[in-house]
């Protein structure tokens, strides 16, 4: 059974970091493209950004420069390393992995950023 568990969520001032991990079981992780999306109240899910399984990384253009995904394959956990947090951060953080047609979800992690 896939199992994808977030975790390092919280409130933080704005300016502040957070790194969200995100431990996989169930699957072969090291061959499969991993992904963070989000989630905020009245919005839809949008990509925050993903990192293949070669280690190449994509980021939405409202986080370049200020987050970090990465990966510790021998872990089976994904990170997301969040600097430079603005209150429009706030959202929920789910974790996914594989592709849209086979992908597995975690259940999300909050992140609150506050003014």
């Known amino acids: 059974q896939v199992q994808l568990v977030e975790s390092g969520g919280g409130l933080v001032q704005a300016g502040g970091s957070l790194r969200l991990s995100c431990a996989a079981s169930?699957?072969?992780?090291?061959?499969?493209?991993m992904a963070w999306y989000r989630q905020a109240p009245g919005k839809q899910r949008e990509l925050v950004a993903s990192?293949?399984?070669?280690?190449?990384?994509n980021y939405a253009d409202s986080v370049k420069g200020r987050f970090t995904i990465s990966r510790d394959n021998a872990k089976n956990t994904m990170y997301l390393q969040m600097n430079s947090l603005k209150p429009e951060d706030t959202a929920v953080y789910y974790c996914?992995?594989?592709?849209?047609?086979?992908?597995?979800w975690g259940r999300g992690t909050q992140v609150t950023v506050s003014t």
């Open positions: 996914k992995i594989g592709p849209d047609y086979d992908a597995y």
């Open positions: 169930g699957i072969t992780f090291s061959i499969r493209t």
């Open positions: 990192i293949s399984s070669g280690g190449g990384t």
